[in-house]
Structures are given as structure tokens and as C-alpha cells.
């Protein structure tokens, strides 16, 4: 899907849902949003960001890339707010390796950043998909009956990372050389950074502590528009939500997460129209917490016009 095409099913799908919920009660319920509960989910979002700036700093230490956590942290911010902005999700991932590289004389210079920044990704996807999987177990097994399409789509999020696996084995047997060898040193290199000494249970806790300040930071979204979430329903129902921007037809989860918050918050006791609206005031509060990346930007491009003047 083109990035026109997507945006254009985005405002689409966005509208449609608000439509069905009734807009004016959407309006309402962020126009009532309490302040506290979102200071609070933004302060969150400030703890996310640089819980995954030293995720990433000790994957890439493991891989023998050295990283200060003050460029860790200045680097995930702008690679948060690129990939809140464009479509795609990675955008500001694929910047943060260009950006991460090494002597650009070598060809193989990207290779470490690059590995460093997937497997400090997909350690996160892991943990959420497991995280999902135990608490709509103990969902179902408190009762609390079936989620529609819930399986599926942890079957989906399982077998695309199966499907990720086999592309890796392929591209490490039969891509051209260059891509060959990225690929192969994709199993060794995640054995490194996940297993190594000391390593499994520092990647388990940042990993945790992400993944629990994003359910966290939704949960006081939904309790902002007068929507509060049962324990249990913020660990069953909101890692689902954060599945779905997973899904490569919206930009950083827009549509896809209001649609699926929609279906899933009156198995909560609450209306489809506080889904809604819990949901894109958690994308607002995640987009201005990442703003702090546009303030780095541009003073990293004043002081490149002060150098270029010096």
C-alpha cells in the first residue's frame, strides 16, 4: 500500500469509526479528558522512551557497538517522533541506523546498527505478544468469555514472526552476498544480545518495564475520558489493541488501534465510543511525548549552521 493510499484508508477508516460511535460523543469524551490521568500518561511516555534508549544501548554494547546513553536517549526520542509521523512505523528506526552507522567507507558498516536496533525491537514485540497471550488466558479463565478474533490475531503477530525467521534463513542461503551475510549473522547475533552473560534477565526487565508503562499509559487514557479499566482488563484487552498497529495499513497505529479498542471496551463494561476515544487521546499523548525529537533536531541543525559559518 502506497503511503497516499494508506493515509487516505486511515482518515477513512478514522471517520467511519467516528461515525458509528457518534461523533459528538467522542468530542465529548476528549473534550472532558481530566488532566492529571494524561500528565501522568505523559510522564510515562518520557519513562518509555528512555527505558528503550537503554534497551537498545545494551543490545548494541552486546553486538560491540559502543553507545553512551546520552546519544541513546537523544537518538530514540528522534526515532520515536519520526515513526509517530510517518507511515510505516520504522521510519524513524531505518533513520536511527543511518544515523548510527559506522565508517561509511565500509561496506558492511551498517550491518551492527542495523541488528542491534531489529533485535532491540523485536525483543519488545516478543514480550508484548507474550504478555497478551497470559492475560487473555487469564481472561477467559476468570470468565470472562471469548474475545472475537483475539486467538487469531496472536496467531497472526506468531506466525509473522515464523514467516520472519524463514525470510532471514532464505536471505542467509540465497540473497546476494552483502544481505547473506547480514542474515546469517542474525541468529548469532540475537543469541548474543538476548543470552549472553548477565544479559537474559536486563533484556527481560527493560523489556517489562516498556511494555507495563504502555499499558499503563493507555490505561490512564481511558481513565482521563471517564473510562476507567479493571486490572485485568488493561492486561487482557489493551496488549491486543497494541497488536493491531502491527498491521502495515495505517500510519503508527492510527485507525487499526481505534477500530480494535472500539470492539474491545465494551467486553470492559465500557461503550465503543470510550474505546475510541481512550485510544486517540493515547495517540495524541504518545505523539506530543515524543515531541522532545523535534526540539533535538533543530538544535542539532543550529549548530550545524553555526559550524558551517564558523
Known amino acids: ?25 467522542l468530542i465529548a469524551r476528549l473534550q472532558s479528558a481530566e488532566p492529571l490521568p494524561v500528565l501522568a ?3 510515562l511516555v518520557q519513562c518509555q522512551i528512555v527505558a528503550s534508549a537503554e534497551r537498545w544501548r545494551l543490545t548494541a554494547t552486546a553486538l560491540g557497538q559502543p553507545l553512551s546513553r546520552g546519544r541513546a536517549v537523544t537518538e530514540y526520542y ?12 520504522v521510519s524513524g528506526d531505518v533513520v536511527r ?7 561509511a567507507r565500509n561496506a558492511q558498516a551498517w550491518a551492527v546498527p542495523a541488528r542491534a536496533i531489529m533485535i532491540e525491537r523485536l525483543a519488545g514485540q516478543v514480550v508484548l505478544g507474550v504478555v497478551a497471550s497470559a492475560g487473555l488466558l487469564v481472561w477467559v479463565l476468570d470468565d470472562g468469555g471469548a474475545i472475537p478474533g483475539a486467538w487469531v490475531l496472536l496467531a497472526g503477530v506468531g506466525m509473522a514472526l515464523a514467516l520472519l525467521a524463514l525470510a532471514t534463513a532464505g536471505l542467509a542461503r540465497w540473497a546476494p552476498r552483502r544481505l547473506a ?6 541468529g548469532p547475533a540475537i ?3 538476548w543470552l549472553g552473560p548477565g544479559r537474559l534477565w536486563r533484556q527481560l526487565l527493560w523489556s517489562l518495564a516498556i511494555v507495563a508503562s ?25 496488549p491486543l489493541v497494541l497488536l493491531t ?9 492510527w485507525g487499526a488501534r481505534e477500530a480494535a479498542a472500539a470492539a474491545l471496551w465494551p467486553l470492559a463494561g465500557a461503550a465503543s465510543a470510550d474505546g475510541m476515544a481512550a485510544s486517540v487521546l493515547y495517540g495524541l499523548v504518545s505523539l506530543v511525548g515524543a515531541l522532545p525529537g523535534a526540539l533535538l533536531i533543530a538544535r542539532r541543525r543550529v549548530h550545524a549552521g553555526a559550524g558551517r559559518q564558523a
Open 1 to 25: 500500500m502506497t503511503t497516499a493510499l494508506r493515509l487516505v484508508f486511515v482518515a477513512g477508516l478514522l471517520g467511519l469509526l467516528a461515525w458509528l460511535v457518534d461523533p459528538r460523543a
Open 41 to 43: 500518561a505523559l510522564v
Open 78 to 89: 528522534v526515532a520515536s517522533l519520526l515513526n509517530q509521523l510517518l507511515p510505516g512505523g
Open 97 to 103: 541506523v543511518w544515523r548510527n552507522r559506522g565508517d
Open 181 to 186: 551475510r547480514f542474515a546469517a549473522g542474525f
Open 191 to 193: 543469541r548474543v544480545a
Open 214 to 238: 504502555y499499558l499503563a499509559a493507555f490505561a490512564l487514557a481511558s481513565a482521563a475520558i471517564g473510562a476507567p479499566l479493571a486490572p485485568l482488563a488493561v492486561v487482557a484487552l489493551v
Open 245 to 253: 498497529m502491527l498491521l502495515p495499513i495505517s500510519v503508527a497505529g
